[in-house]
């Protein structure tokens, strides 16, 4: 490459940097952010080799020889801070280890909207003073100016904080009560106030802290040629873990000015009671980032990363990929979480991730977890990971009992209906799901005017539709998958696909009436029991579907707060990272549910989510207690449950894995071939395998079917890959697959340690 060439990488699913020329009078180093024109278009990227460099990629196929007489000119420097150096080598990383093109990687760094152009300015309004005397009011114009205090308000927010419409708002301008201002989009964040002290430490959080501070110091073994050790706080849930590793990143900060820190959170735990608790505890909020901030958030927050104005980051996975200048530390908060686990385009696991860059960068990475996932722990005993404990909720709060409720001993018995109701209407029978002990438990907490939390981790009315006539099931048309029944929006939905439709009146098989009869329960028919059997009690569903909204869902969660709702019935959406202070009793409505569902993790999985589940009970100073309904009593992962054994419990998970050579102890892939025809799709799989290199100490299986075989229209075959676990699985997996062309109607992907076998 010569001095006025560059390799710069755009955000396409590609192997390899583009070479381009740097026009003359245009000075470019690595890590620039460019436009260049690529095919009839423009793209931005980043300059990922500077003039005169020819190092790689690991694992990318080299840039053909264009004849450099040929090669276009980058049209465009943009002149704001490059990607870091760090950024971009965790990017290669990524790319490298998920057999990911790192134009694809890139392009999660990217995602930002048009974070590269010049914003344009706000239009604000701010109260002139003192006010203009003569001013015709009105209602609408009163609450304008009551909504807009002393400082600029962006005319957006002025309306919508107001009621009143923008017109109003100007009116207002025209009248001299406003005047016009603009405001930077992109305004800088508060800084995080490191002089502020937190709450006052339990000694067990002190001695947490005190062990973190020792292994953050420039002198702590290792720290000048090795990468520090992951730190992984193990405490029950409420032992304090939040305020150590806050005071972690309080640490991390204070130790270089222009350090930053990310903490992550599983999607589903960036609430804003949790914002509001950092914002408290640093005097400042941080930048927040997840799906759901609106695209001008998103910029702001991008750009200051970027400029290294942001300091501490909250965020879900994806923040991971933000363009970080000086990351010093990433906190990974509830670690065992599937959610961090990203299963389209770049395959990851956000904790994995975390770790790598940790090592990558040599800054310490803490994770955080009441049950940590048993890769972690395995990391932990042989002394990879540095383990601090808590086991003692803080202050007087204990831990809730756990008793289990044996449905086969204590059935729910079918009830009449509500015996308050209607006297002229009939009794109708209704299943029940709420076994005699789990509503006595119920009524007496009702009585104590305390709050009830009923856990079932299945969103809609019921999972299956049947014709009582005929036996026809309710599938969606084109995938393996039964249509679940919303009666709130009287639809039949597919929980893979999203696909939906209304309630046919008609069994679309035998024409029968009214003969479609819902099976099983859902989260909204748990709801519907409940009003039944206890009509005076306040009960709320709340579960992540759209339909409801994230300000339902948030009001929701506020009024539990509050005490406000006696009985909300839950999936997972409530079982994290909030603190009800009313709340005594949990009740787990079928916790065999995760059981049987075949994959590795499954019992781990059901113990951590009943284990979080039950810790939502007595965090305050009120003993909480669960009661867990299951037709396993005797399933070990209950039996560690109750006894509060959680180590025993991955004592004997360990075992089956290890005996199975299945992660940690060996190494996962999965391939997974999909395509519309059928024949292609299995002819290609098969060809695929025949092309396996054979290697002592790597096995594969299939390919079979897919669990989930139809998928919107296409059919699905998998392939698991296992290897031992000092082997190079991807170099092994790029051998094999990257030399075999796909047929071009034949998706191939390949899930570095998968989480999903469906
Ligand atoms: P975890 O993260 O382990 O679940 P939290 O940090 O959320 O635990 O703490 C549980 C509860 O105890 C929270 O309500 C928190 O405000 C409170 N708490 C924790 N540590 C302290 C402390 N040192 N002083 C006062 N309250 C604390």
Redesign the pocket.
Known sequence: MTRDQVGILLPLPIAAPFDYRVPVGMTLAAGDWVEVPFGPRQMRGVVWRGPGETARAPGAAPTGTIDPEKLKSVAHHFGIPPLSMATRRFVDWVANYTLSPPGSVLRMVMRAGDGLSTPRAIPAVQRVTPAPSAIRMTPKREQVLAACGAAPMAIKTLSEKSGASAAVIRGLVTAGALTPVSLDPDAPFTPPDLARSG????SA?AGAVAEIAERLSPTAPGQDDLAPKPILID?V???????VYLEAARLALANDPAAQVLILLPEIGLTLPFLNRIEARFGAAPAAWHSDIPAAARRRVWRRVLDGQVRLVVGARSALFLPFQNLQMIIVDEEHDPAYKQEDGVIYHGRDMAVARGSLDRIPIVL?S?TPALETMVNALDDRYYRLT?TQR??AATLPTIDLIDLRETPPSISNGNQHQDKTSSPTRQPSWIAPPLADAISETLVRHEQTLLFLNRRGYAPLTICRKCGHRMMAPDSDTCLVEHRFENRLICHHTGYSISKPKACPQCNAIDSLAACGPGVERIADEVRRRWPHAHTEILSSDRTQGAGTAKALLEAMRAGEIDILVATQAAAKGH?FPGLTLVGVIDADMGLSGGDLRAAERTYQLLAQVAGRAG?ADKPGRALIQTHQPAAPVLQALIDGDRDRFLAIEAEGRMAMLFPPFGRLAAILLRGKNENQVRTAAQNLRQAAPRTDGIEIWGPAPAPLYRLNGEVRMRMLVRARRDLNLQAYLRDWTGALKMPGAVRRTIDIDPYSFM
């Not at 709450?199 to 339990?202: R, V």
């Not at 849930?237 to 305020?243: I, L, R």
């Open positions: 709450k006052d430490l339990s959080q405490g849930t409420g032992s304090g873990k939040t305020e955080a009441a808590l803080f202050g603190n965090r």
